[in-house]
């Protein structure tokens, strides 16, 4: 009888909590499968969990949630046997969209019941791990004031981008990647593992969490009203081929800038002090249930 372990982001609703739960029943019978349902408490907690269930030989542990929990949750189960399954119920979800997981609950359940599982690379940038992206520039401005917003979702972000943008100064950067030097300003300098952003922004378009590689993408200093074209052509996923964007690839990358104050990882801010962010990955760290 397969073990499988539901941990749930609470910020859902008492009635969405309720079809959850009704889902889960229709598509996890007792007769077939041990399940079992938690929540998250606080901070951190979603990667205890994830330790305790491959203690515990849990065979799926489901993070339902966003970008945020998902992390959290799959910080413990990088090298174990246990996969890792998403139902999204973020507002960006840029994991799930990356690995073409349904945004519909019934229709990510019935993927968990396929049970189709690959190995997916990691990124860790100074040893935080990041699933999709790590960023240092304007984004990671972003993410760091995000944290104190109330108004969450695609309108609080955009929010903040327009107010922010003006006064926003675009550092210089050393970069090594690979053993090559780069030199460059970047209001936007951010390191991709999957193609997402979220919402379906794809900075990378090619970027794969399969193929043992980080992107690099760069994002000279632009105009305010650059910021329409350059979301087109995210959404498009044909920014790679723009003048907005320089991409290379690669395993290990080193930033260093004099300016460096904040730091990214899948959408939110974390510690970071010193003058230098080294990134690197992770090949095959965690089993994750794919849409076949």
Do not use: W
């Given at each position: 009888m397969k073990k499988i372990l539901f941990i749930i982001n609470r910020k859902a609703g008492t009635d969405r909590q309720k079809r959850l739960d009704g889902a889960i029943a229709r598509h996890f019978p007792a007769n077939a499968y041990n399940v079992e349902i938690t929540h998250l408490a606080y901070l951190g907690h979603g990667k205890d969990l994830?330790?305790?269930?491959v203690k515990n030989g849990v065979h799926t542990v489901v993070a339902v949630g966003g970008d945020g929990s998902i992390n959290e949750i799959a910080q413990g189960l990088v090298g174990s046997n246990t996969a890792l399954a998403i139902i999204p119920l973020g507002s960006g979800n840029g994991l799930a969209r990356a690995l073409k997981i349904p945004l519909d609950v019934n229709k990510a359940m019935q993927l968990i019941v396929a049970d189709q599982?690959?190995?997916?690379?990691?990124?860790?940038?100074?040893?935080?791990?990041?699933?999709?992206?790590?960023?240092?520039?304007?984004?990671?401005?972003?993410?760091?004031?995000?944290?104190?917003?109330?108004?969450?979702?695609?309108?609080?972000?955009?929010?903040?981008?327009?107010?922010?943008?003006?006064?926003y100064q675009p550092d210089a950067y050393t970069i090594h990647i690979d053993g090559n030097r780069l030199q460059e300003k970047a209001f936007l300098l951010t390191v991709a593992n999957g193609?997402?952003?979220?919402?379906?922004?794809?900075?990378?378009?090619?970027?794969?969490?399969?193929?043992?590689m980080l992107d690099l993408c760069i994002m000279p200093p632009v105009k305010f009203l650059d910021l329409i074209p350059v979301s087109l052509h995210s959404l498009r996923g044909n920014i790679d081929k723009t003048r907005y964007l320089k991409h290379y690839t690669g395993k290990t990358i080193t930033i260093a800038g004099n300016s460096l104050q904040f730091l990214q990882v899948d959408g939110d801010a974390v510690p970071f002090t010193g003058n230098e962010v080294k990134l690197r990955v992770q090949e095959k760290a965690i089993r994750v249930i794919v849409n076949s």
């Open positions: 994830a330790e305790e269930a599982q690959q190995a997916m690379d990691v990124g860790y940038a100074n040893e935080h791990l990041f699933l999709s992206n790590a960023g240092v520039g304007f984004d990671a401005l972003v993410a760091e004031e995000f944290r104190h917003t109330t108004k969450r979702g695609l309108y609080g972000y955009a929010k903040l981008v327009i107010q922010r943008f003006n006064s193609n997402q952003f979220g919402y379906e922004f794809k900075l990378a378009p090619n970027a794969s969490v399969f193929d043992g």
